[in-house]
């Protein structure tokens, strides 16, 4: 019996023995590298890891770091209802205004905008005429909310008739606030920026990419003369099959005479094959209904462009091929800093 206990003894203590070996080898092995991130997509458009890119996590900022060039603020406001709660970050110059006031350029998605915001491009402004920077975002820690971004940046819809839509809702979420959003900005968000800074009301500008677009372009549809410059970043042109389109079709383009428009298009195809959100509806281009061999859902952005130049409007339709989608956040917001600053390039 002792003879047979002491087999078993050893029997278990080789065991032992090969699984602490084993237990050491993976603890020394070398840590899988990172896996690299998604590419840029569309705000609701789902990343490579499953999750939407306007719920990703944003990091520290060019606003948590010392600037040479700018200080930054940050405010939260919450809307009228108390539903939707609101971050706006400002970032002032270090050099004095100017005699009139700063130039403000005020940001939609202003969380995926300080995230975008670079070092460089603070330090290209600041080698120009720099102006204040105000991003309305919400108060998360990802790139957007993007429940109460689908209210905010979409116009109110009607139905042939005329009639208003109550709570149009598209890929399940309640849109149709853009008006209430507009006021929030008009009554909250500019009046607080201009305790901040002193600005010039002549010099005051609005970009968004995307839904942002699709809200900007709404704002100068319905209220032209509330900014005096306007940069729409690939816009969601088509939202809810053309409310945005059918704004325009009743607007008049000399209402916006003397106003600056810049419209920005990133036409790189994608590279997972799926088709672009917000198409048109299958057979038209916008163009009075023609028929087309395929929906094109910029072909309208760009008619619009030329009929408000040619109504005295200081208007441009500008493609970017090398650009999807999702990457014209960046290259629009580029482009935005550009015109609000008059530096002579910033990369985007």
């Known amino acids: 019996m002792n003879r047979i206990a002491s087999v078993a003894m050893m029997i278990a203590l080789a065991f032992s023995r090969a699984a602490t070996a084993a237990t050491a080898a993976t603890a020394a092995a070398p840590a899988a590298p990172p896996a690299a991130p998604p590419p840029a997509q569309g705000q609701g458009a789902p990343a490579q890891n499953g999750i939407s890119r306007g719920m990703e996590p944003v990091g520290p ?32 110059p270090k050099t004095p205004a100017p005699a009139g006031g700063y130039t403000a350029l005020y940001m939609l998605d202003g969380n995926a905008a300080m995230a975008t915001l670079t070092d460089a491009d603070l330090q290209a402004m600041s080698g120009a005429q720099p102006p204040v920077l105000v991003a309305i975002g919400y108060d998360v820690n990802t790139r957007n909310d993007v429940v109460s971004r689908a209210y905010d940046y979409t ?69 032209p003369r509330s900014f005096t410059t306007y940069i729409a970043g690939d816009p969601s042109a088509w939202w809810h099959e053309g ?32 088709t672009n959100p917000n198409m048109p509806p299958a057979g038209k281009d916008g163009k009075d209904g023609k028929d087309m061999k395929g929906p094109d859902p910029r072909a309208v952005v760009a008619e619009m462009a030329d009929k408000l130049r040619a109504a005295s409007a200081d208007a441009t339709y500008e493609t970017f091929p090398q650009f999807g989608h999702g990457e014209m956040i960046r290259a629009s917001l580029a482009r935005a800093l550009q015109i609000a600053s008059g530096a002579s390039s910033i990369q985007p």
């Open 243 to 274: 409310a945005l389109v059918r704004e325009w079709r009743a607007f008049d383009p000399a209402r916006a005479s003397g106003l600056r428009v810049a419209i920005l298009a990133g036409t790189k195809p994608r590279a997972d094959g799926r």
């Open 61 to 92: 900022t060019v606003a948590d770091r010392e600037s040479a060039y700018y200080r930054f603020e940050k405010h939260r406001l919450d809307s009228a209802d108390g539903k939707r709660h609101y971050r706006i970050e400002i970032a002032i």
């Open 155 to 223: 116009p109110p819809v009607r139905d042939a008739q005329g009639k208003l839509v109550p709570a149009p809702q598209e890929r399940g979420r309640e849109g149709g606030g853009a008006d209430v959003f507009l006021d929030f900005i008009n009554q909250q968000v500019r009046p607080l920026a201009r305790t901040r800074a002193a600005l010039d009301p002549k010099r005051e500008m609005l970009w968004g990419h995307s839904y942002g677009g699709l809200f900007t372009l709404h704002v100068l549809f319905t209220q």
